[in-house]
């Protein structure tokens, strides 16, 4: 399937509407870390540069404000569409942010094992697998201090319905 | 006093880096007569992260809660955290949706059928509840200080999703603070990313946005941030020594949740809005409070 149909089946957005009014990337916080803007991954899609897009660290890097689907002045909810071109990035084994890529895999991890999220948990294993353990050891005294972390997983008492749900979208293997 | 219930969903901040948060979010609503029912066994609704991965399975992490809370018997579930409300909103869309209720609940071991309605805390106590009813209830006005509120960028966004407020310049916060007695700033960047968890493997991201947010509270005067969001406290109030050492601000601003100021107006016990907990100190804002 070509790119733009594919995106746009996905994400059940008309990103041929697009006229590049730039809107989305004027309000969009993140672009200063973004090697390519987001107006621009939109005319990517409309051209067909499927490898350009998904090996962008852009894909990666929005956070999901909502700041550009809010502002789209054709109705495109952008943030969809860049969710959808993580997904797809993901799918094709692309990671040109590995520890964001990571941080996710870690948190939902987490999540299949305890049912909640055990924070400190993640942050060790996270910190561990990226080489990053210097990054906030700053923070430490204060969050000690202030008892921000819980040393132990608070799992939920029906822990396997949350990983048969994990479970299952693998054996689907949903797209 | 009005009464009401609904079911509570807390999210997995409220029992770990927000407890603050949770406990003065109870306490407040406890003075108000509004009756939080909590989900019993609610499991993580998925956060950013799973709908980075995929929308049926995020959907479907927070379907689980969704179907628990219908059976509880309320027309609403509220909950303190925007990131917990956009996903479980969302996701009540998606399984009102005949093309997509069925991939979403063959994930589930007991299908949603008719999600109840999520709101956030903040909507049902300024829409269900009423900021004039609040106000009637206010013991001690927070005398004057002066507070710019912060709502994060998905509290209100997008509108068609959240139905909350103006999505832009959203008042909620502004005016419940104005009722508690604080003189509430403007604020150009209420909707503005904090850099959300990005803080952990790209912090300078959330040095920058935060860093912003921080900056312009201080060039507003402001004595104190009021905000809505664990993620958004947790970049503003935390990092904040990080942040600072970058240039942004020059001096300390403590970063409340909104239910700890308005709870010390309704007048609940100090001890259980968690003050301590807070990593600025918010010292000189509660002495000019207590006058």
């Known amino acids: 399937m070509d790119f733009v149909r594919e995106v746009e089946e996905r994400s059940g957005q008309k990103v041929a509407r697009c006229y590049q009014c730039g809107n989305c990337t004027a309000g969009c916080p993140y672009n200063f870390a973004y090697d390519i803007p987001v107006n621009k991954l939109m005319r990517y899609i409309q051209s067909g540069k499927r490898d350009k897009a998904l090996e962008s660290k852009a894909v990666w890097l929005c956070g999901s404000c909502q700041s550009c689907t809010t502002r789209c002045p054709n109705n495109i909810d952008v943030c969809r ?7 797809m990035a993901r799918e094709s084994g692309k990671k040109s942010e590995r520890k964001v890529r990571l941080f996710a895999d870690t948190f939902l991890e987490s999540v299949e094992k305890h049912g909640r999220v055990y924070e400190a948990g993640m942050m060790a294993k996270f910190a561990a697998q990226s080489g990053n353990v210097l990054g906030d050891l700053d923070l430490a005294p204060m969050v000690l201090a202030k008892h921000k972390l819980k040393f132990r997983p608070h799992p ?18 949903h797209k | 006093m009005k009464k ?12 770990g880096t927000s407890v603050e948060y949770e406990k003065s979010t109870r306490a407040v609503c406890d003075a108000l007569g509004i009756q939080l029912e909590e989900i019993q066994d609610w499991s993580c609704c998925g956060s950013s992260p799973a709908h980075t991965v995929n929308h049926i399975l995020s959907a479907a992490l927070s379907g689980r809660n969704l179907a628990l809370a ?3 018997g ?14 479980l909103r969302t996701s009540a869309r998606k399984i009102e949706d005949p093309k997509l209720c069925h991939k979403v609940n063959a994930l589930l071991e007991d299908p949603c059928e008719n999600p109840v309605e999520p709101k956030s805390v ?13 106000a009637r209830l206010i013991r001690k006005p927070l005398n004057g200080l002066k507070v710019v509120c912060y709502y994060g960028c998905i509290m209100t966004r997008p509108p068609e999703l959240m139905r909350f407020d103006d999505p832009e310049n959203p008042m909620a916060m502004d005016d419940l603070m104005e009722a508690a007695g604080a003189e509430v700033l403007p604020f150009p960047l209420k909707v503005e990313c904090c850099g959300a968890s990005s803080g952990i493997p790209r912090k300078d991201i959330v040095m920058r946005l935060s860093g912003k947010l921080l900056h312009a509270a201080e060039e507003c005067g402001a004595d104190a941030i009021v905000s809505a969001c664990p993620l958004c406290q947790m970049n503003l109030d935390l990092r904040q020594s990080q942040i600072r050492k970058e240039g942004y601000i020059s001096k300390p601003i403590p970063v409340f949740y909104f239910t700890q100021l308005l709870g010390t107006a309704l007048g609940v016990d100090k001890r259980s809005l968690r003050f301590d907990k807070l990593v600025v100190s918010p010292k000189r804002c509660l002495e000019k409070i207590s006058g």
Do not use: W
């Open chain 1, 81 to 87: 569409v860049m969710d959808v071109l993580r997904h």
């Open chain 1, 156 to 173: 939920i008492r029906k822990r396997k319905a949350v990983e048969d749900i994990f479970k299952r979208f693998r054996e689907n293997g």
């Open chain 2, 4 to 15: 009401t219930t609904v079911a509570y969903y807390p999210g997995c901040s409220a029992v």
């Open chain 2, 70 to 72: 219908g059976s509880m």
């Open chain 2, 74 to 87: 309320h027309d609403t579930v509220a909950t303190p955290c925007p990131s917990c409300l956009i996903n």
């Open chain 2, 122 to 134: 903040l909507q049902v106590i300024v829409e269900d509840y009423g900021v004039d009813e609040v």
